[in-house]
């Protein structure tokens, strides 16, 4: 099947050289490297933030909650804001909200001061979600699923980088506050590098601000149950990354180190299967190498929590199916033929904001119910409603859905 072009921005890459184009390209894979190593700072880091500060599953849950309802609100304004202003304009605001937020949650010890600088800080993460998968899209109008799973391998690279980072620190006395503080680093590279690069706007098709025109596009029956599939997705990945090492240290009573390397093999896996998906997606098909990526993520999140000892080391293998997830997702939307394709986008990762504020939030819930082990079975159930959304959109669309636009 042809997957029309349909993305809302005229091709800007048309009008830039290629040196320009690949700089551009750079500048989106370090803003996802920055995303995965910012984003992930919260699980190697929480059970020290929360004996420093005395806090309950619940309370830190509630926290992490703070940083998905901000990158929820960003993918929702900031869709509609790349279509009107230019992607440019959103990555920049992204390394703002980084700095900012990342400063403030690094110096306050009250609870809702630290949600809301994770606020900021999601608002920061959801506007690089936006603004780094446009980019690559308009960048690369061919072969976009094989370069948006490269950009989520940066993803990938950060998060596997900053557990070893985080515990090496940790090890050596350094406060969950001063980890964080170096994180900033980061964030401000960002903001000066697409403060200085020149992007040429896109000219808008059509009123990207023109919200029943929108509400219609975004809201067919296919995208619903693309929603629900990023959004219990996002709750799985991002509901594992933020409790596996608390996990691996009150029931399998592992230390730090152990613990933490364990959740940057996690990391590793999910980099490694989204290079080698970048290879693979368009020849198998989005829906199918998604559904059975799935049916292994529930066989290895079900061995490793439930069965012998020796299967514990499933629980990272789980990220080599995890992979290709959310950048397939990503691409499978991108080739139907919907207008405001970065507003649409926006909604698409505002529910994967959403699955990324609940996942953490109700295991952490769920851990004070009925304890830790069986909380972290709920990422079990994310993955059987991935399924059947999957399966759903495989009956509405027969036909292969990762053949190359040409």
Known sequence: MTAPSTTTQAPQSRSLSASHRWLLTAGGFYAFFSFGFIDNLKGPTLPALLTDLNFSYGQGGAILFGAYL?????????????????????????????????????????????????????????SIEVGGNSLIVDLHQRDRGRFLNLLAVFHGVGAFVVPLFAALLLSYSFSWRQVYQIAIILAVGLALFFAVVKYPRAPRTGDALALRTLFAAGFTRRMTWYYL???????????????IVEFLQQVKGYDVGVSSLYLSAFFAAIMLGRFAGSFVVERIGYL???????????????????????LTFLLPLTGLFFSIMFPTATAAVSALPIANMSAVLGMLFTFGGL???????????????????????????????????????RRAEPQPSGVKST
């Open 355 to 393: 699955g990324g504020a609940l996942g953490p939030w109700l295991i952490g819930v769920a851990a004070d119910l009925v304890g830790l082990e069986l909380a972290f079975g709920l990422t079990i159930v994310f993955g059987l409603v991935m399924l059947a959304a999957l399966l759903v959109l």
């Open 288 to 310: 199918t190498i998604m559904l059975i990526a799935t049916i292994a993520s529930i066989a290895s999140l079900s061995l490793g929590l439930f069965g012998p000892p020796t």
């Open 229 to 243: 599939f990023i959004a219990v997705y996002v709750a799985a990945e991002i509901g594992f990354a933020a409790w």
């Open 70 to 126: 901000g990158f929820m609100v960003a993918t929702l304004l900031t869709g509609v804001l790349a279509d009107a202003r230019g992607i440019k304009s959103v990555l920049l605001l992204a390394g703002v909200c980084l700095t900012a937020g990342l400063a403030a949650f690094s110096l306050v010890s009250a609870f809702w001061l630290l949600a809301i600088a994770l606020f900021v800080v999601g608002l920061g993460l959801g």
